[in-house]
């Protein structure tokens, strides 16, 4: 594999040479020639590994399955993942509590939690009434399963992901 790569780098790099020397020459008898060289080196640096190549029985599968091989040494940042998750999680916190807000309950404090994997995945959904302030006219509502009930709405979550502290 490095063998190919090392022949394509060649074949790029006396190309990038021609160009180079193409731009720098004035025009004449001189620059027809000196094209002419310069097109033979590619092709010379072209050629060069095709004997070697045909000799050892190039196979093609092998290429290919040499690369598979380089491509499964990357692996996912897990740390990375998980801490975009997490960014995640602490925005749904603020957009729940600002739905609960809205919808007359405000101080509450709400704490997303995911999972440490590649996809996004609540874990817990803490919800913090000690500061709670109620703005809105009800009467006789159990406040928990009413804020759960808009947990629940905001977040996606199941019910037993939902934890209350008072």
Do not use: H
């Amino acid at each position: 594999m490095m063998n190919l790569y090392s022949w394509i780098m060649g074949i790029v790099g006396a190309i990038c040479l021609t160009v180079l020397i193409d731009v720098m020459m004035q025009d004449g008898e001189t620059k027809k020639y000196v094209k002419g060289i310069t097109a033979l080196i590619v092709l010379a640096v072209i050629i060069a590994p095709l004997p070697k190549l045909l000799n050892e029985g190039f196979e093609f599968d092998q290429t290919i399955q040499e690369y598979a091989n380089t491509a499964n040494e990357y692996s996912l940042n897990n740390d990375f993942i998980y801490a975009v998750n997490q960014e995640k999680a602490d925005e749904l916190s603020i957009n729940s509590q600002y739905y609960l807000k809205q919808n007359g309950f405000e101080n509450v404090k709400i704490s997303c939690y995911v999972d440490y994997c590649s996809d996004f995945k609540l874990r817990l959904v803490n919800v913090d009434l000690s500061q709670l302030v109620i703005n809105k006219n009800v009467e006789n509502i159990n406040i928990n399963d009413e804020i759960i009930q808009l947990v629940l709405k905001a977040t996606g979550a199941n019910k037993d992901q939902i934890v209350i502290l008072n």
